[in-house]
């Protein structure tokens, strides 16, 4: 289980922009990388296009996995928007969390305001929260 996830501020605007590209609809993606640090952002449709839920398209999820191997990375999160700006898993949200390795991002939007990220980990229905350590400028390998 990760306690802790390194993400540039770079990839924190990649995620931003997708979800406010999706409003009002909920954006979602995956996060690969080594060792607890995020390597690349994969942005995924969400095909449940609502403001509420969200589901990744497959073809999106599959895509993400496959360059996520090939890199020899891991996944090591999932994220998605809360347009209505709820900074915590859902009940669904955490009913459908089945990678207990992976940190779950929230991108929280409260109406009119700026967007804020937190990170949980989500097992067999317990949430915990990770904290998200932030580096400046770009991804560097
Ligand atoms: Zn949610």
Avoid at 10 to 30: K, S, Y
Avoid at 70 to 76: I, N, T
Avoid at 92 to 113: E, F, K, M, W
Wanted: aromatic content about 6%; some cysteine; overall charge neutral.
């Amino acid at each position: 289980m990760q306690n802790k996830l390194t993400i540039s501020k770079d990839q924190i605007q990649e995620m931003i922009a997708h979800a406010q590209a999706a409003l009002p609809n909920e954006a979602c993606g995956i996060l690969g990388g080594h060792a607890g640090r995020v390597q690349t952002v994969y942005p995924g449709e969400n095909v449940e296009n609502s403001p509420v839920i969200y589901r990744m398209k497959p073809q999106d999820q599959l895509r993400a996995m496959h360059a996520i191997q090939l890199s020899g990375g891991d996944l090591l999160g999932i994220f998605h928007s809360h347009t209505n700006g709820s900074t915590i898993p859902s009940e669904t949200d955490i009913s459908q969390a089945h990678y207990p390795d992976a940190v779950y991002i929230i991108l929280a939007r409260p109406p009119n305001g700026a967007w804020k990220t937190f990170g949980y980990n989500i097992t067999k229905g317990n949430i915990h929260k990770i904290t998200l350590q932030v580096e400046p400028g770009p991804y560097v390998g």
